[in-house]
């Protein structure tokens, strides 16, 4: 009797004279509303036009009456102890099909009757995290199957492991730090406002050596992914102008880029004579970081290289490609870019490095 009353266990119902009968207005998108019946709680989809009950409602086989709207199993379980769920399954053939298709008897394949009120809390909570997760699967291939994709819950180890080294490549970042006023922020990249660095540390970049920076030309467009203070305390105790760095983040891609940067300058041609991997200055002329003319860029872009001496390179004197430098004026079709086989060797003067050779070996004068 109690399981009749409660649950409405499916028992087979044919409407006689003391059925209830009921009106349904049937306006879109109304919320399901439950009508109380003598023998059990009806849904209101599950009635059909005239108010009767129908033999089979969405979910059901054809000819058989369900107990609970298949879609809606959790409402069910919220209304049950953690045992009557077990009870519901072993008296309703229909709700036990419901349970199986939603492989709630693979995930619990015994419900034991709970001993204490703590107890069965914590099974019948257990069970609506299965009821729950079984409907939110069954609702994610519902959706695969509306694109016409099939959802495969059968991945192997090796594809997970797969999968999971693909995730880790995609979220690797580099980080390094930028002095602020030298940058203008835009949303997801940094534009250079002049010459500046790029740097593993916030050292002044005149205490860095070649590899612990990248040298950035002005215009040059930086996409980042994040960007923020310096917090590091060993980064803050360097000096008074730390607070003025960013600390930015970067794909791995941006950092390759910049690497193939390095060792990356640029001459204006007529003031060489080409001998292949070997150029040779023939008037007092400059060796630059970019194309920009010589009186706009400030002293670390540009070395002075004195007439009759040699720049030894990797490769030959290539075209300007880069497009950011390509449209700096009317003469970057005459420079040409640089990759040195050796960083050059300076000399001060004032405020100007002077060339005066590569690595150890120091070019003699072609007079």
Not at 158 to 169: N, P
Not at 245 to 254: E, L
Not at 309 to 332: D, M, T
């Amino acid at each position: 009797f109690w399981l009749k009353y409660v649950c409405g266990l499916g028992i087979p119902h044919r409407p006689t004279s003391n059925s209830l009968q009921v009106k349904l207005s049937q306006q879109q998108g109304r919320l399901p509303t439950y009508i109380w019946h003598p023998l059990r709680h009806v849904h209101h989809n599950h009635l059909n036009q005239s108010g009767r009950m129908s033999s089979s409602p969405a979910g059901a086989p054809k000819g058989v009456c369900a107990v609970w709207p298949e879609n809606d199993l959790l409402r069910l379980v919220s209304l049950l102890q953690a045992d009557g769920v077990g009870a519901l399954a072993s008296a309703c053939s229909e709700t036990r099909r419901q349970l199986q298709m939603r492989r709630l008897t693979e995930r619990t394949p015994r419900i034991h009757v709970a001993k204490s009120p703590k107890n069965e809390k914590a099974t019948l909570d257990a069970l609506k995290a299965q009821v729950a997760l079984s409907a939110l699967e069954s609702a994610i291939t519902e959706s695969g199957d509306k694109v016409g994709t099939s959802m495969n819950f059968d991945v192997t180890e090796a594809e997970l492991l797969r999968q999971l080294e693909g995730f880790e490549t995609t979220m690797l970042t580099e980080h390094g730090y930028c002095y602020g006023p030298d940058w203008e922020v835009k949303p997801g990249k940094l534009v250079a406002k002049k010459g500046t660095w790029f740097k593993s540390n916030t050292k002044f970049s005149w205490e860095l050596n070649e590899n612990e920076k990248f040298y950035l030309p002005t215009g040059i467009v930086v996409p980042i992914l994040q960007i923020g203070r310096v917090t590091d305390p060993k980064e803050i105790q360097r000096h008074d102008w730390v607070s003025q760095h960013m600390r930015v983040w970067v794909k791995p891609q941006i950092v390759k880029i910049l690497e193939a940067r390095r060792g990356t300058w640029f001459v204006y041609y007529p003031h060489f004579e080409d001998h292949g991997s070997v150029l040779v200055a023939n008037v007092d002329t400059w060796l630059k970081r970019t194309t920009q003319m010589s009186g706009e860029l400030e002293p670390f872009e540009i070395i002075y290289v004195p007439k009759g001496l040699s720049i030894q390179l990797i490769g030959f004197a290539e075209p300007v490609e880069e497009e950011w430098e390509k449209s700096r004026h009317q003469h970057v079709h005459l420079h040409r870019k640089l990759l040195l086989a050796a960083p050059p060797v300076t000399i001060k003067q004032d405020k100007f490095e002077i060339f005066v050779g590569q690595g150890d070996a120091r070019p003699s004068l072609n007079c």
